[in-house]
């Protein structure tokens, strides 16, 4: 019998030390973060009201920190990952001090249903305390944007200019359709009015007049192949088809609105564009935002995302939120040939910028010789 003890250890114990501050070097951006955050006041964009039946509220002013420093260190980050990282990641566990890591689950209810609307003033609140300590110049504001493909499928364009050409053709085959019916319902002393546009609403009242002249049963009606139809059934059938089709037209024109030409069927927020890295190689548009930013000094002092292809269309929105925020129109808003138009010189002139874009022929007329001896003729 062996009468040696036997150890329980593993070569591998962890130690962990009482101050955590002494393994974070002091020039990670972890202190910096906490600085600027430690002079707002985060609790007018949080819940108050407590709970009075389930678990207690996970404190949320930690939970912004994380979740903010998560996408400041990473920029997009996964609700899994930063998950993760509050339980791998000494930084995130200092920035909870003695709070449990945080689901998954509770960082998405929280982003969705506290944080989803006030971004925007916490960014302002934010931005306002860094450019009082530096000093930051709002007058000279650098502006460009870039396309960002959507998380959507390439293959699901919906175009508003297809739509309505397609609409017209059922107006069409409606009209056809209507001066068939107008002859089966003759005996009446009834006819249906011929337009050269026609509302849904007056395609199913007419659907309605039909069916009560005929006589004709819809919930009756014999359905399937190898069924003889009657005329009343087959004038039923194709307005109804062309009434589902001009229903379905409207919807795609309505999602597309006025200042857009398509949109995605699994995004309906993101437009068809091209992006700068045509992977495809065939010049295809694919679904994406314009994302829009305004620089001051190296900080960004604006954002703002659109569904405009063009830069040109962005201008004006940009600088009106960045009025918003700053009470202050910048006086020289610096930016491509891209933004260069007559409406944007304009908009300049009535606000008192200075213009400070190129216009779109700028490169070409500057490096054309023949352009220049006629204006020196001139």
């Known amino acids: 019998m062996n009468n040696q003890p036997q150890e329980y250890y593993t070569p591998y114990q962890l130690k962990f030390p009482i101050e955590i501050e002494k393994i974070i070097e002091t020039t990670d951006p972890v202190y910096a973060f906490c600085e600027v955050m430690n002079h707002i006041d985060l609790s007018k964009y949080l819940t108050t009201e407590d709970r009075r039946t389930g678990r207690p509220r996970y404190e949320e002013e930690t939970l912004l920190k994380v979740i903010l420093f998560a996408f400041m260190e990473n920029g997009y980050e996964s609700l899994r990952k930063i998950e993760k990282l509050c339980k791998t990641d000494i930084r995130f566990m200092w920035l909870?001090?003695?709070?449990?890591?945080p689901s998954h689950s509770t960082i998405g209810n929280f982003m969705n249903n506290v944080l989803n609307r006030k971004i925007d003033e916490i960014f302002a609140d934010i931005n306002s305390y860094i450019f009082t300590v530096e000093n930051v110049d709002l007058n000279h504001v650098y502006i460009d944007g870039t396309k960002i493909e959507a998380n959507a499928n390439k293959y699901s364009w919906v175009w508003?200019?297809?739509c309505e050409k397609n609409r017209l053709k059922v107006f069409a085959r409606i009209t056809e359709l209507l001066g068939e019916m107008n002859e089966k319902i003759s005996s009446f002393c009834v006819k249906f009015g011929i337009r050269e546009e026609y509302?849904?609403?007056y395609l199913e009242q007419i659907q309605q007049q039909y069916v009560k002249l005929c006589g004709f049963d819809p919930e009756t009606a014999i359905r399937g192949r190898g069924h003889h139809k009657t005329i009343e059934q087959r004038h039923y059938d194709k307005l109804s088809e062309y009434i589902s089709r001009l229903k379905k037209y409207a919807e795609h024109i309505k999602i597309c609105g006025d200042e857009r030409?398509?949109?995605?069927?699994?995004?309906?927020d993101a437009t068809f564009m091209r992006m700068k890295k045509d992977y495809m190689g065939n010049d295809q548009l694919l679904p994406g935002y314009n994302i829009q930013l305004g620089v001051?000094?190296?900080?960004?002092a604006v954002f703002d995302v659109k569904q405009y292809a063009s830069d040109m269309e962005c201008f004006k929105p940009l600088i009106e939120k960045f009025n918003q925020i700053y009470e202050k129109y910048p006086e020289y808003p610096v930016a491509d040939a891209g933004y260069g138009?007559?409406?944007?010189y304009l908009y300049c002139e009535e606000?008192?910028?200075?213009?400070?874009?190129?216009?779109t022929m700028y490169e070409k007329e500057s490096k054309d010789k023949n352009i220049e001896m006629i204006h020196t003729e001139q």
Request: net charge positive; proline share 5%; aromatic share 14%.
């Open 261 to 268: 030409n398509s949109y995605s069927k699994t995004d309906h």
């Open 96 to 101: 909870l001090q003695d709070n449990p890591p």
């Open 160 to 162: 508003k200019k297809s």
């Open 341 to 344: 138009s007559f409406n944007n």
């Open 296 to 300: 001051c000094d190296e900080y960004i």
């Open 199 to 201: 509302a849904i609403e």
């Open 351 to 359: 606000h008192g910028m200075k213009k400070y874009m190129k216009f």
